[in-house]
């Protein structure tokens, strides 16, 4: 049963454009949310959070928007540059755990 | 301040045979989590540990999947006899503390271990 849902598994983006990474949750009582990003053979490092109590949190060139209503938030990277290709997974909390979705490989284009 | 480590990076064996993993956390973090994460999945939390108390061990398959954290500071994980399915990466991650209230604590992850099971 996936809890955390990226839908979309691949995102190709042009250098200067803006990254829209989407990612659905299925669980009404996730209070905390997380994007990482991962490039191969490293394991996840962490990029931005968001507590359900908030609609957006802002750092830098990465912008993440909670839809608590949609269960649905996304994360915004403006501007795109070449460094950011890697996969970025979502992740949720839960009561005792974090589950995560299953990733979209972001690849930018210079 | 060093990440968390792990070792084998890679690790190969065949279907019945036993393997441990390692993993040092950063130092002073409380709380170690171990994921496998399957090609084209997300991490999947295996085991939770705060300092050497297991937290949550409810997705781990007890038949074949053990898991220790003496002294509160490195973890090991071991499987045998390993399976097919069991190829996946294993990462290893630890945090500040157990997530509490509207706090969350991010995880740092180790580079993780990718196992084959032939």
């Known amino acids: 049963d996936q809890q955390v849902k990226q839908n979309s598994p691949s995102l190709s983006v042009q250098e200067g454009r803006i990254s829209i990474l989407n990612c659905d949750y299925t669980?009404?009582?996730?209070?905390?949310f997380l994007w990482y990003k991962k490039y191969p053979a490293e394991g996840p490092t962490f990029l931005i959070s968001?507590?359900?109590?908030?609609d957006k949190n802002e750092d830098g060139r990465f912008t993440v928007f909670l839809n608590k209503s949609a269960k649905h938030l996304s994360l915004h990277i403006v501007p795109s540059q070449p460094g950011d290709s890697a996969v970025y997974f979502c992740?949720?909390?839960?009561?005792?755990?974090?589950?995560f979705g299953t990733g979209t490989s972001l690849t930018v284009i210079p | 301040e060093a990440g968390v480590a792990q070792s084998p990076r890679y690790k190969i064996i065949e279907k019945r045979q036993s393997v441990a993993f390692w993993c040092n956390p950063i130092?002073?973090?409380?709380?170690l989590y171990w994921y496998q994460q399957i090609l084209g999945q997300g991490p999947k939390l295996l085991i939770q540990?705060?300092?050497?108390?297991?937290?949550?061990d409810s997705q781990l398959p007890k038949d074949r999947f053990s898991a220790e954290r003496l002294k509160g500071v490195d973890s090991t994980l071991k499987i045998q006899p390993a399976k097919l399915e069991d190829s996946a990466v294993y990462l290893c991650?630890?945090?500040?503390?157990?997530?509490?209230?509207?706090?969350?604590?991010?995880?740092?992850f180790g580079p993780g271990t990718r196992l084959t099971v032939t």
């Open positions: 991650a630890s945090s500040l503390e157990l997530a509490s209230g509207t706090e969350a604590y991010e995880q740092y």
């Open positions: 669980n009404s009582m996730f209070d905390y």
């Open positions: 968001i507590s359900s109590i908030k």
């Open positions: 992740a949720a909390r839960g009561p005792n755990q974090f589950y």
């Open positions: 130092s002073g973090h409380a709380t």
């Open positions: 540990f705060q300092n050497n108390g297991v937290v949550d």
